[in-house]
């Protein structure tokens, strides 16, 4: 690896920041995201970090949160739904599509199958009593309703 740094020193805020670009780029050859996990074909492999699965959308308004994972071919008796103050985890088993074929018998396996556990945080804290889960057609798609504590409050102002 090769850091190219400016060559003038009383620029030391530009040294710091071209350190930093350099530093991400390297990283970032070596096969690691931005944010420190690494890309890996073999995710669902025992001992390898997880790759983010299934993928999952977050949206909101005043009352709950939503997510939408996208998760086909999974058998819904295997997820796992559990929701704890502001963290959803979902987790689950996503079985081979060739049943019975021997590995050397692959020309091409691109679709990982195993076990798979994401926990997401939330943007406020849920009731947990409350969070209703639908899976059909590979999309599973969770309600969790805000907490009281977690819904914004009006606020009457008093002009005096």
């Known amino acids: 690896m090769v850091i190219r740094l400016r060559r003038n020193h009383s620029d030391l805020f530009g040294q710091f ?3 930093r670009r350099e530093i991400d780029r390297a990283f970032g050859e070596a096969g690691f995201s931005r944010w420190g996990q ?8 025992p001992g390898r970090q997880a ?7 977050l949206s909101e308004d005043r009352d709950a949160i939503y997510a939408e994972a996208l ?9 796992d739904v559990s929701v704890m103050r502001d963290q959803l985890t979902i987790s689950g088993e996503k079985a081979p599509a060739a ?5 050397e018998d692959f020309h091409r396996n691109e679709r990982e199958a195993g076990k798979f556990v994401r926990t997401i945080h939330l943007a406020a804290e849920v009731d947990a ?3 209703k889960a ?8 969770i309600t969790l309703p805000k907490s009281e504590d ?6 009457a102002v008093n002009a005096t």
């Open 99 to 103: 049943k019975g074929a021997n590995p």
């Open 134 to 141: 639908d899976y059909k057609n590979g999309l599973l798609t």
């Open 51 to 57: 790759r983010s699965y299934p993928l999952v959308n």
């Open 129 to 131: 009593e409350k969070v």
């Open 38 to 45: 690494p890309f890996s074909r073999a995710s669902f492999l």
């Open 150 to 155: 977690a819904k914004p409050r009006q606020i």
């Open 17 to 19: 920041d071209d350190l």
């Open 71 to 79: 998760a086909p071919g999974i058998d819904p008796s295997t997820l």
